[in-house]
């Protein structure tokens, strides 16, 4: 999962790349339309790879919920809406995070935290790990055949 670059701006929808640094700001595009806009380094930026959710004694990543909230639902979209209830919100995510602190974890911080997932895995940015299986290891080691042939060229040194 590469959050690195991925970027929640106060005041925007969606979550945006970043392309690049300018002197006063950045770059970046957004995620939901392609838009590309540059954003003051006044506006408050997130980079996901940073957010913490908090825990009853701990903080865990927000890449971590995501892990999470992806193998819940298999690589596809959330079964929840974002826009459903607070209390039908709070029990989803309860399922999903071991204890989060729920006097400090809003509904409206879930809510966000969902639609940032289902804009990941439209995107493609998230998917779920394939677990390819490992070759066969051999048990012996096959001798090297040895040929003895001379793979050298000789060089003839012409006449003067």
Known sequence: MQLDKILA?????????MKAE???GILAISLVDGKRITTSINNQISILSEIQVYCIGKEIPLEEVLKKLLKKES?????IKPKASAADLKAYFSDLV??????????SDI??????YNILVTN?????EKTSPKPPTKSKEEPKKNNNKDTS????NPKT
């Open 75 to 79: 690589g596809k979209i959330a079964s």
């Open 98 to 107: 071991e204890q989060y602190d729920e006097d400090r974890v809003y509904s």
């Open 22 to 24: 300018t002197r006063g």
């Open 111 to 116: 809510k966000k935290i969902i639609q940032w």
């Open 124 to 128: 493609k940015i998230i998917t779920l």
């Open 9 to 17: 701006i106060s005041g925007r929808q969606g979550l945006y790349e």
């Open 153 to 156: 060229k000789s060089i003839k």
